[in-house]
């Protein structure tokens, strides 16, 4: 099992830049493909980014390209998610997963193709 933690959300203004990291802890981290997920109130929880294994392929949302990166350094474990020029509608409760079933060897987009959570981090951008 993956036990993935979030951090470094919080308030900020619209414009603002926050990055978000996702440490992972319990198995071997590169072996997993890794995504970043938003869920606002009321909605459905959406894709934001994904990483591959090594790193050396990103994948983000229509809506974030541009303005998001998403990068890991797996002898940290870890995964973040640089956040630039914020918008309102960026306001959601933002998740990292992990994808630990076999073929794992793509960017996975889909919220059913990842099996680990994190708790999620909220991030709210004001006006």
């Known amino acids: 099992q993956v036990q993935l933690v979030e951090s470094g959300g919080g308030l900020v203004q619209a414009g603002d830049s926050l990055r978000l990291s996702c440490v992972a802890s319990g198995r071997t981290f590169t072996t997993y493909p890794v995504g970043w997920f938003r869920q606002a109130p009321g909605k459905e929880r959406e894709f934001v980014a994904a990483?591959?294994?090594?790193?050396?392929?990103?994948g983000y949302a229509d809506s974030m390209e541009g303005r998001f990166i998403v990068s890991r350094d797996n002898a940290m474990n870890t995964v973040y998610l640089q956040m630039n020029s914020l918008k309102l509608e960026d306001t959601a409760v933002y998740y990292c997963?992990?994808?630990?079933?076999?073929?794992?060897?793509?960017?996975?987009?889909?919220?059913?193709?990842?099996?680990?959570w994190g708790q999620g981090t909220p991030v709210t951008v004001s006006s």
């Open positions: 990483i591959s294994r090594s790193g050396d392929r990103t």
């Open positions: 997963s992990v994808r630990v079933e076999w073929p794992a060897t793509e960017l996975y987009t889909s919220r059913q193709q990842y099996q680990s």
